[in-house]
């Protein structure tokens, strides 16, 4: 059966309901999940979910892991009487310009030059994006994204697809170390890009690849910003801004494209940190 790891702490029983404003009562979803121990707290997630999501989750089966190795703690029930989720309907594609956006899609896959022993990792992407890097085949992909929804579809398609929700920085380096990471949306990242590439350089095998991109460059996400302020939260970093945090972490700049419509940035790390 499929297995999703969420973070303990974001575990919403009916005796730690937030008083946050931004939750507005939602129907009760019962769903099972393995609980994986970490050391750090997350935020929970806060705000509202599109009426055709909240559809689709009252409509899908949720229940997501069984069985769990030894040395992770089970949850079998889980009630969400307040459950509420972010916007995320922008990393999808524009229906009239697909076959640009796939072609684009395609070329930031590329750059990440997998092969059948890689190990993913992809950071806050759209279900398209998970499964043109599944058709590349690489040993171990792994999908790290704030939504439920989002990885809750992907488990229902890709048993073999591990997911954490979360963030990046908290996730743990069992599945490491990794050769290629797809940075595919970094300004939807509320950290200190000096912050992402210290916690990369110690999750990356040597010569591994980071692969930051936008299918439509700045244009687009200056636009993007305006429209989901509370999701993003930075814009996407220019060439010198990359070259001092690269130098930092024992990575360099291996391509730079910073056009009006298409952001796409690779970086590789000559070392690992110990």
């Excluded at 989750?57 to 969400?80: H, W």
């Excluded at 439509?216 to 060439?239: H, M, N, W, Y």
Aim: proline share 7%.
């Amino acid at each position: 059966m499929n297995s999703l790891f969420l973070p303990s702490s974001l575990l919403l029983f009916p005796s730690c309901k937030s008083p946050s404003p931004y939750l507005r009562p939602k129907p009760q979803y019962i769903c099972t999940f393995n609980r994986h121990h970490h050391d750090h707290n997350l935020p929970t997630l806060s705000h509202s979910l599109k009426p055709s999501l909240q559809l689709s989750l009252s409509t899908r089966k949720m229940s997501i892991g069984a069985a769990s190795p030894p040395d992770e703690g089970t949850v079998s029930v889980i009630n969400f009487e307040d459950f509420t989720e972010k916007d995320w309907s922008f990393l999808d594609s524009d229906e009239l310009n697909f076959k640009e956006h796939i072609q684009r899609i395609d070329q930031i896959i590329s750059a990440g030059e997998i092969d059948e022993s890689s190990k993913v990792l992809v950071s806050i992407s759209s279900e398209e994006f998970v499964d043109r890097v599944v058709e590349s085949s690489p040993s171990l992909l792994l999908v790290v994204h704030d939504s439920l929804f989002v990885l809750a579809g992907i488990k229902e398609k890709y048993d073999t697809v591990k997911c954490w929700q979360g963030e990046l920085i908290y996730v743990p380096d069992k599945w490491g170390p990794l050769d290629v990471v797809f940075l595919y949306f970094l300004p939807a990242m509320p950290f200190p890009l000096d912050q992402v590439f210290e916690t990369l350089a110690n999750r990356c095998s040597p010569g591994a690849r980071v692969v930051i991109s936008h299918p439509q460059g700045r244009e687009a996400l200056q636009k993007q910003r305006k429209q989901f302020p509370d999701v993003i939260v930075s814009d996407l970093p220019d060439q010198m801004t990359l070259q001092k945090v690269a130098a930092n972490h024992c990575c360099e700049i291996d391509n730079f494209v910073d056009e009006s419509g298409f952001y796409l940035v690779v970086l590789k790390f000559s070392k690992a940190k110990n």
